[in-house]
């Protein structure tokens, strides 16, 4: 019996938490990729708000561009709050 509580067969008998536990430590690098990407967008798109604003873009598109760029961020932010709690389920 000790043979059998020593080394992986007690870890065989649990697929099931296993299997949750690297769904879980997955949907967690996800989140922080996804994280890491919206903050990169929201740097980069502050970067070409600046370029336009020192180039003398005028007010009226540099308000479209910016409008632009803030709907692609919140697009992006809604789609991966659905997939967090889409796959937060799993969790319970």
Known sequence: MRELAAGKAPLLMIPELLDKTDKQARHEVEARNSAMLLTTLEDRDNQVLN????????????????????????????TVAETSSSRSNFIK
């Open 51 to 78: 370029l336009l604003k020192r180039n003398k873009v005028p007010a009226r598109q540099l308000h479209l561009v910016e409008r632009q760029l803030q709907a692609d961020r919140d697009d992006r932010a809604g």
